[in-house]
DNA sequence: TTCATAGTTAAATACAGACTGAACTATTCA
DNA sequence: TGAATAGTTCAGTCTGTATTTAACTATGAA
């Protein structure tokens, strides 16, 4: 077992093959191409990097002409990714300047498949207060009058239950050092703020931008300020 | 950001360091020398990726006398190795033959500070059927009838809510490929069979032996066969 | 058909970083 | 006090593996 892990291990810990998966990390599927420009190496060295990465099943392949599309190949990848961003050494006594702190507030991360950085800190706290969401020794669930008011955003919360993948959880935010919500529920959320036009992705980014749309109903249903 | 990501990566991700962090995998402090045997290199370059993971912060030391104790300085990072094994390819079709699957269930394995293994996973099992514990949408819960169980069991469950870690939550074991139980709770569990001789740790080893104490108490509480 | 783009494969090279050897300090024990 | 054990530091060597150079196949567009 032992070398298993380390084969793993060292797997990852190739810087290129590292900026791969960090690059990944918000779930969509990139080219082989896409990828060699982000990593900023030769399309070779992307190829033999993703071969290494496709036969260790980290990461899947879809073909589609002549493009290839490579993404996690699962959840559990894209947590041992976060895991490890995670520890990531905390600046030392940071004094942040409040000014300045972080870029505007309209350009936000995703993580994996749900909504990160501030905003989704933002969400996060706004669902528990409203007490849609109930925090209870660490572990998230969504109280009765949560699932009406879910129903109510289009959110069908029975069928999210359903899945087999992780219903709701927080997710430990690493620029924010807070709790965002993931699971499917948090996907949910992001898919609906999307097809609604709340938030757009940007290309080739982890990032998210929000709307005129977005920054109205995010005040309306979660007191956010954008 | 994404250079410290690959930082952290290829810190991890070097053979020597990624069996180093294997072996603190228990949670246990180990000494210089007890790691270079395990990991089988020399005390001077055992040495070396010490200070390198000491420095990132991912280990920390205790000095007692002329030994250092080197274990993990944080829980984040133990979730993050535990979150790599899980990224370990499954054998294949692994048609395993029953009568020698596992090495006897005498011999079972800690992770980090709690039970996992088969013996973990029946532990599980046993609390969610006696209702002592209910799960709920992929998290664990304690029933108003546990926390009496607990408290007759020996764990004072309020005790438990204060400290600042998480106090329950499932954690998928990677040989079993199900759910046992891990944080404050887990730890609290393992913590009271140690103390009472149900189970000793096995030095230099993640695994615990079962003893005869222990054998008839696993079927009185859990209904353990051991 | 021909050209451009996407991606792969193979051999040759280069280099970062692990490891070794030797000399050092600090603590315990006799 | 000396001898043994625990651990560190540093300069030099060595090697695994990433990268480059080059030649290849496959798909789509003109």
Redesign the interface.
């Given at each position: 077992?032992?070398d298993?892990?380390?084969?793993?291990?060292?797997?990852?810990?190739?810087?290129t093959r590292?900026?791969i998966?960090?690059n990944l990390l918000d779930g969509r599927a990139f080219t082989a191409t896409e990828l060699a420009v982000a990593v900023e190496t030769s399309a070779q060295n992307i190829s033999m990097h993703l071969g290494k990465l496709l036969e260790?099943?980290?990461i899947s392949v879809e073909k589609q002409g002549r493009h290839k599309y490579y993404r996690f190949s699962n959840k559990?990848?894209a947590?041992?990714v976060e895991?490890?961003?995670?520890?990531?050494?905390k600046p030392k006594v940071a004094v942040k300047k409040k000014s300045e702190e972080y870029p505007p507030i309209k350009y936000c991360r995703t993580c994996y498949d749900h909504l990160a950085g501030k905003i989704g800190v933002a969400l996060a706290d706004s669902l528990l207060e409203q007490k849609i969401i109930i925090e209870?020794?660490?572990?998230?669930?969504?109280s009765s009058e949560g699932i009406k008011w879910f129903s109510e955003f289009g959110i069908n919360i029975e069928e999210a239950?359903k899945q087999k993948r992780?219903?709701?959880?927080p997710c430990l935010d690493w620029?924010e050092r807070r709790n965002h919500i993931a699971?499917s529920v948090g996907a949910m959320l992001l898919n609906k703020m999307i097809t609604e036009d709340w938030v757009r992705r940007i290309k080739d980014s982890r990032a998210v931008t929000i709307t005129g749309k977005g920054e109205k109903e995010l005040l309306r249903y979660f007191k956010i300020v954008v």
């Open positions: 077992m032992e298993q892990f380390i084969k793993t291990a060292t797997l990852i810990g190739d810087a590292a900026s998966l960090w260790a099943d980290l559990e990848v947590y041992a895991a490890m961003v995670n520890l990531i050494p209870a020794n660490g572990v998230f669930e969504i239950q992780i219903f709701l959880k620029s699971g």
